[in-house]
């Protein structure tokens, strides 16, 4: 859909577009529902059309004055669609992560990005404390198994695994890794972790290489941040050294894991089990994981309360307003 350009141009009295060209906005792919609304009724924000004959007419009316973009975690500001909007001067992300995003491309031209971190952390490590427990305890498989009616029938569920007291690699100990330690401590769990820099104040035991993370614990929580760093961080031999009796939680990007390996592991007995909230290719969750019972997925709800999206939006809007104001972000990416 192309917007109607007599729309399209913010108010030229906001004191920081005042004199100068009025500020284009554009919304880049389907963003939080209340964003969305605030950026057409508040801003007249144009919206990039998804359809490629559509976007190429789009961009060859408007991508000079565009100086906003405004996109989610999943459907960033990539290489190309960036490197049309030569006038492009700050994006503003909703989700933490911005994988989608070529933040090198928006360094190396100046362009300005922020995200939403810190509003998310309490949810997302939530997420991973519950894939933690039905990975290690299946709680989901044996609701199964009671709907499927083997319990009345009488069946007896298979014993599990014991989620209290394990030793727990987290990869990747930023916020959110910290908020899933911390629940896990709780639990008993003794916490080791790899991450681009030691972080010798957590107190928990470091390893300079995923493998020997792997290698040191019973179960390994995948929090590290998505993009070209972190791709298939955790590969066959990362697999193999967590070991028969090993689990994986993912909570982070699916990016980080190489599927196909995770896949075969699974298949095999490489590992025991996995939690995922995050895939490669998403909403494709691969066919195999459906029928495995040694999985639990979950379609990437990390984040997804009520209470912590209206955050996440709030920072967003408060990110938008901001930049148009003086030029500068609350929180910009590191
Ligand atoms: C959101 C996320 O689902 O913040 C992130 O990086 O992965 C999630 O909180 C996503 O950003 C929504 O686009």
Redesign the pocket.
């Known amino acids: 859909m192309i917007t109607d350009t007599s729309s399209a141009v913010n108010a030229a009295a906001d004191p920081h577009t005042a004199g100068s060209t009025a500020t284009h906005i554009v919304r880049v792919g389907p963003v939080n529902p209340h964003v969305a609304q605030v950026l057409d009724e508040e801003f007249r924000a144009l919206v990039l059309p998804t359809d490629p004959a559509e976007q190429s007419d789009f961009l060859q009316e408007h991508a000079e004055q565009i100086r906003i973009a405004v996109c989610?975690?999943?459907f960033g500001v990539g290489t190309e669609l960036m490197r049309a909007l030569p006038s492009l001067e700050a994006i503003v992300n909703?989700?933490?992560?911005y994988d989608a995003t070529d933040a090198r491309q928006a360094a190396e031209r100046g362009i300005a990005v922020s995200n939403?971190p810190d509003v998310?952390n309490d949810c997302?490590a939530d997420t991973a404390l519950a894939l933690y427990l039905d990975t290690l305890r299946r709680f989901t498989a044996s609701d199964r198994f009671v709907r499927a009616g083997r319990w009345s029938s009488g069946e007896g569920f298979p014993l599990t695994t014991r989620a209290s007291g394990r030793t727990v690699g987290i990869l990747g100990l930023g916020r959110i890794g910290a908020a899933i330690a911390q629940r896990l401590e709780a639990l008993g769990c003794t916490i080791h972790y790899h991450n681009r820099r030691e972080r010798p104040e957590s107190g928990f035991t470091y390893h300079s290489s995923v493998r020997e993370l792997a290698q040191a614990v019973d179960v390994l929580v995948v929090a590290a941040s998505g993009g070209p760093d972190s791709a298939g961080l955790v590969g066959e031999a990362e697999l193999a050294a967590l070991g028969p009796e090993g689990h994986l939680v993912n909570i982070a990007r699916g990016t980080v894991v190489d599927e196909p390996a995770l896949v075969s592991a699974l298949s095999n007995g490489t590992i025991a089990g996995a939690g995922l909230d995050v895939y490669a290719h998403e909403p494709q969750v691969p066919e195999t994981l459906l029928g495995l019972d040694n999985v639990v997925v979950l379609p990437?709800v990390?984040?997804?309360t009520r209470e912590t999206r209206a955050d996440m939006a709030e920072l967003t809007l408060a990110n938008l307003r901001q930049f148009l104001r003086d030029g500068t972000l609350i929180t910009p990416i590191g």
């Open positions: 989610s975690g999943r909703f989700g933490v992560g939403t998310l997302v990437h990390g984040s997804g």
